[in-house]
């Protein structure tokens, strides 16, 4: 868990629909809670800002996860340096929040308070100051540190100050048995990571995680009973996508697209795989580690695209696997090793390679994988059908399959709003009432909106009921919904709960996600899905800093996703 606080403009990356309540159970669960940051820039919010939008997550994660360790991120609050910040780091995460595990250094965070921010006038003076906020481990071991024993006998930093650092790191050592089994039984390490729980556990996420963003004249799924071949084209459709920061040796197995539909097509009857490349993102060997990203040179790709269109107009559908890969979305975490980006258009010549296959007259499905969203318009107008896959894993190319030819019915939804430009960015749902006013000549909502994703049935909501339609400041409110499976086959929904403060002494956003639950539905079945809103979701950050719930009216929402939503009326007094 990194403790800082995101820029709030950040090209191809959003503010995830991170809530507390998600932090915790992944926290109980034993998942380890990660909060990402900005790399590096200035984060100069208020401090009501910080309070209502930015800690939460923070605070679910240490109060209800118990997470062990923390980690500094790289940028500034307020002009302070998140390795030397007393205010976040002790009188808000130690003091307020109370955590009590140990706090790492980002890689080479400490030593950048002189390299960087400029701050200190020595690395020794880093060392100090990042001691004196309690960031116990310096990642790696290199300048800040290095002369602590030193700095202890000469009288510059408090003993204390270390004991308290090691005991701390100590304590979590002895939690965690490494003190009575100190070395790792590799050949079983290697046996546990890619045992068939494991997979079939990586597998479930991936199918989860599949969002269907487009389903025209229902393209999808495809009829296996019908089809004699597919066309699987794209950039990303052979290529082993697992994100950054993955082990260079890999999880020991990983299913490619490619791979995945040859296997699904050959379980059905004699499907016939045609396979073309079309075009490249990066050179092939390009990967997220380098620090140099170059794209793949334009006139390489023309015989690419060809031989892509020419097998396209033999297969009956074809399918396109496009988007960005991990050279090309990544942690900005140096000058030298950049992962921004000025715009969110598909790179190379991606957009041409659909343009041509799409010229063809026959069905295209379009599969976006990668780590942010994309500036995909004309696509989203064009394409017969799009899923939206993010990496998915080890298993992805069997889950995607699965999803391709109906074995599974698709349920993800989206955690970030698709812009249609950069110019919309920040685009997340959540926006104050005075922004978001729009520019001329331009359609002011999301491409696809917070919280979007279809189904290969169909779900009809009712209107959101009370169970008392006036509370005590004091008091949860319990809103129900009704959603029924409208179509003739099994779905899960995502069923999601917003609220708006109508009129509050200092803003509010205009929606707040409160809740959401996954519902599986059998064709025309029908539950009643229940939401306990409690104070604390319903309260806000009065004019001095603390959280009150205002006497007045709340709307409260319920739908499929943030911008298809019905309402009722919530009376606190």
Request: aromatic letters at 6%; proline letters at 5%.
């Amino acid at each position: 868990m990194k403790i800082g606080i995101p820029r709030e403009v950040h090209a191809g990356e959003q503010r995830v629909a991170t809530t507390p309540d998600v932090v915790a159970q992944l926290g109980k669960l034993g998942f380890s809670v990660v909060v990402e940051t900005g790399a590096g820039a200035p984060a100069n919010y208020s401090e009501r800002k910080i309070r209502e939008v930015f800690l939460p997550p923070f605070e679910a994660a240490v109060r209800e996860a118990g997470v062990l360790s923390v980690m500094a991120s790289y940028n500034e609050v307020d002009g302070v340096p998140l390795h030397a910040n007393r205010k976040l780091m002790v009188d808000v995460l130690r003091t307020e929040l109370g955590f009590d595990g140990y706090v790492v250094s980002d890689y080479l965070g400490i030593e950048q308070l002189k390299t960087l921010h400029h701050v200190v006038d020595s690395f020794d003076e880093a060392g100090r100051q990042a001691l004196r906020v309690q960031v116990d481990i310096e990642l790696p071991w290199a300048k800040g540190y290095k002369n602590l024993a030193t700095m202890v006998r000469e009288g510059k930093v408090p003993a204390a100050w270390v004991n308290r650092a090691a005991r701390r790191i100590l304590r979590a050592k002895f939690a965690c048995g490494v003190m009575d089994r100190p070395y790792t039984d590799v050949a079983r390490a290697k046996r546990v990571v890619n045992c068939k729980q494991h997979q079939d556990l990586a597998l479930e996420a991936a199918r989860k995680a599949i969002v269907l963003l487009r389903n025209e004249k229902k393209t999808l799924p495809l009829d296996d009973t019908k089809l004699t071949s597919i066309a699987v084209i794209g950039p990303n459709a052979d290529r082993e996508m697992l994100g950054g920061y993955t082990d260079p040796d890999g999880p020991g197995r990983v299913v490619t697209m490619l791979e995945g539909i040859r296997q699904r097509a050959g379980k059905a009857r004699n499907i016939e795989v045609l396979y073309a490349e079309g075009c490249r993102i990066t050179p092939k060997d390009a990967d997220w580690w380098e620090d140099k990203v170059e794209l793949s040179p334009p006139a390489d790709d023309t015989e690419r695209i060809e031989k892509a269109v020419k097998i396209a107009g033999k297969a009956d559908v074809s399918v396109l696997f496009l988007g960005g890969n991990e050279a090309t979305c990544r942690e900005a975490w140096a000058k030298s090793h950049l992962g921004d980006r000025d715009n969110l258009d598909l790179l190379g010549r991606q957009q041409e390679l659909f343009d041509k296959v799409h010229a063809l007259g026959k069905p295209v499905i379009v599969v976006l994988l990668g780590g942010r969203p994309l500036t995909i318009n004309r696509i989203s107008e064009q394409a017969d059908a799009i899923l939206h896959g993010w990496y998915l894993g080890q298993e992805g190319g069997t889950a995607l399959a699965d999803v391709l030819f109906g074995d599974v019915n698709p349920s993800g939804k989206l955690t970030v709003s698709f812009p249609r430009s950069v110019g919309q960015i920040p685009a997340h749902y959540s926006q104050k009432p005075s922004a978001r006013r729009g520019y001329l000549l331009a359609d002011k909502t999301p491409l696809y909106p917070f919280g979007f994703g279809l189904s290969y049935t169909t779900f009809e909501y009712g209107k959101p009921t009370l169970e008392k339609a006036t509370i005590g400041k004091g008091e949860s409110a319990t809103v129900t919904v009704l959603v029924k499976n409208t179509g003739n086959v099994i779905g899960t929904e995502i069923v999601q709960c917003y609220i708006r403060d109508k009129v509050s002494t200092v803003t509010r956003p205009t929606l707040q996600l409160r809740g959401f639950e996954r519902v599986h539905l059998r064709a025309g079945e029908e539950r009643r899905v229940r939401f306990v809103l409690t104070p604390r979701h319903l309260a806000g950050l009065s004019l001095d800093n603390t959280w009150v719930v205002e006497p007045g009216e709340f709307e409260v929402y319920t739908g499929p996703n943030s911008a298809k939503l019905t309402s009722t009326t919530l009376v606190v007094r």
